[in-house]
């Protein structure tokens, strides 16, 4: 079945420093790709999305680029801020459910 | 615009009680509805769908059912909690399509004792 991976947390950073967050999937056929974020205490938000190969998502200083070759879709930020700090869920969608990774947890320090 | 409405936002029942979690949605109409859990470090689990009224898919076997009486509205049950029940419940709502995202609303924190 559909699944996702996604590095595990937490990861802990200093404000403006570089963020990677890997993540990759296994699916058969063509699916759409999501990142979503969740702040304490509230439910999940979309991040941002790409719904074919090499599409790149962006949000808020976000980037992930939808790369069916590694079937990766890694999350970046150049420079984080405090605000930034959350739980991020990469999630693949191939049929009417949304297949969800663990969520890794991201704290950035002033 | 869109919203959804989940309650109650926490929760905390005993072992062997009922439970009934509801969700509803506005401005919209023919969504699709989902309850997910969130257990600690161990990320989103999809427990049920739905594509329309009475129509409920369940992805796994659980203490736990979920029912659609009316196109927005979306209920999770059980008969008897178990401690295992315990976790974070999460409703969603997209639209049909399969690149349109999930809104979720802002989560039950169910805790068993």
């Known amino acids: 079945g559909d699944s996702v991976t996604q590095m595990e947390g937490p990861v802990t950073l200093s404000e403006e420093a570089f963020l990677t967050i890997n993540c990759t999937y296994t699916?058969?056929?063509?699916?759409?790709l999501f990142w979503y974020v969740q702040y304490p205490g509230e439910g999940l938000q979309l991040l941002l999305k790409?719904?074919?190969?090499?599409d790149k998502g962006s949000n808020k200083g976000f980037e992930a680029t939808y790369r069916k070759e590694t079937t990766s879709f890694h999350l970046e930020k150049g420079s984080v801020q405090v605000s930034d700090s959350a739980v991020y869920f990469c999630a693949l969608d191939n049929d009417y459910k949304l297949s969800f990774g663990a969520g890794t947890t991201v704290t950035v320090r002033a | 615009s869109q919203t959804i409405h989940q309650w109650p936002a926490t929760l905390v029942q005993p072992v062997g009680s009922p439970l009934s979690l509801e969700c509803t949605v506005e401005?919209?109409?023919?969504?699709?509805l989902y309850w997910y859990r969130q257990a600690a470090g161990r990320g989103l689990q999809l427990l049920f769908y739905?594509?329309?009224?009475?129509?409920i898919s369940s992805e796994v076997p659980q203490n736990l059912s979920a029912s659609r009486p009316q196109d927005r509205q979306f209920i999770l049950s059980s008969k008897k909690l178990l401690l295992s029940d315990s976790g974070f419940y999460l409703c969603?709502?997209?639209?049909?399509?399969?690149?349109?995202?999930?809104?979720f609303g802002n989560g039950t924190r169910l805790t068993v004792t």
């Open positions: 699916a058969t056929g063509y699916p759409s």
């Open positions: 790409a719904t074919k190969a090499d």
């Open positions: 401005g919209t109409s023919n969504p699709n």
């Open positions: 739905s594509v329309g009224i009475g129509q």
């Open positions: 969603a709502w997209r639209d049909r399509g399969r690149n349109s995202p999930l809104h």
